[in-house]
């Protein structure tokens, strides 16, 4: 198993910038899938971002261009870094792992886009 903890959530404005950590107890390097999920009030949870173990990225259209994923495999971290928010990215924020048998998630951080 693995456990996430994510930081980084917060309030900004309309048009503003913030970045999420996710950090594991263990090395990410060898987990197959990273990802940022996001469920809004009333919504499902739904996929924001993933980074696989090769290195490939896939983001849900609704951030394409405005949300980028990386991670760190010598910090056990994930990143998820938000540009140009606006006030439908106003979320709670999940780290997600997946391997095989894996599927682990952190505990949210919420994200507030508003004026």
């Known amino acids: 198993q693995v456990r996430l903890v994510e930081s980084g959530g917060g309030l900004v404005q309309p048009g503003g910038s913030l970045g999420l950590s996710c950090a594991a107890s263990?090395?990410?390097?060898?987990?197959?899938?990273m990802a940022w999920y996001r469920q809004a009030p009333g919504k499902q949870r739904e996929l924001v971002a993933l980074?696989?173990?090769?290195?490939?990225?896939h983001y849900a259209n609704s951030v394409k261009g405005r949300f980028t994923i990386s991670r760190d495999n010598a910090k056990n971290t994930v990143y998820l870094q938000m540009i140009s928010l606006k006030p439908e990215d106003t979320a709670v924020y999940y780290c997600?792992?997946?391997?095989?048998?894996?599927?682990?998630w952190g505990q949210g951080t919420l994200v507030t886009v508003s004026s």
């Open positions: 997600n792992a997946k391997d095989g048998g894996l599927d682990a």
């Open positions: 263990r090395s990410t390097a060898n987990i197959a899938v």
């Open positions: 980074t696989t173990s090769l290195g490939n990225t």
